[in-house]
């Protein structure tokens, strides 16, 4: 069994973010890796699905425990370009996901702003992996929009 690095699986969501920006969505992707595999890959499409919880995050749990057929993904990671918002947070949290690791920080909306508690308590989290590279996405798009 070939062993993929974090930075592989980073990359991956960032190719999901890059779909959404093609797609004039905020550009935020996430994929969920079960045992080394990518179970379910998604990003941001609150515009295409009207639906405001159609983040990356929420399409990619939900693809995930669809794929495995459980609703908890203890045995997880979810690796998003950027990091979570509160909502995102607690469906991880009520997934069980296993770790999150998420690339940009978010500090206006992201989950780590407002409490602790908001992840499972055994989710590890990891932040900071292609942080400049999402947040240059993010910029450019929001530089685009405003044009």
């Known amino acids: 069994m070939e062993l993929y690095t974090d930075e592989y699986f980073m990359n991956e969501a960032m190719k999901m973010a890059k779909e959404a920006f093609e797609d004039d969505e905020i550009p935020v992707g996430a994929i969920v890796v079960c045992r080394n595999k990518v179970i379910a890959k998604a990003y941001n499409q609150t515009e295409k699905l009207t639906d405001a919880t159609a983040h990356a995050e929420m399409l ?17 990671k ?12 607690g469906a991880s ?16 909306r992201g989950f780590a702003r407002f409490s602790e508690g908001l992840l499972h308590p055994k989710t590890k989290v990891h932040a900071g992996l292609m942080a400049a590279e999402s947040k240059q996405l993010l910029d450019e798009f929001f530089q685009k929009l405003r044009k």
């Open 60 to 76: 990619a749990i939900t693809a995930a425990a669809n794929a495995l057929g459980s609703k908890y993904l203890n045995e997880c």
């Open 78 to 89: 979810l690796y998003v370009t950027l990091e979570p918002c509160v909502m995102c947070a």
């Open 93 to 108: 949290f009520w997934s069980q996901l296993g770790e999150v690791h998420y690339a940009a920080s978010d500090p206006k």
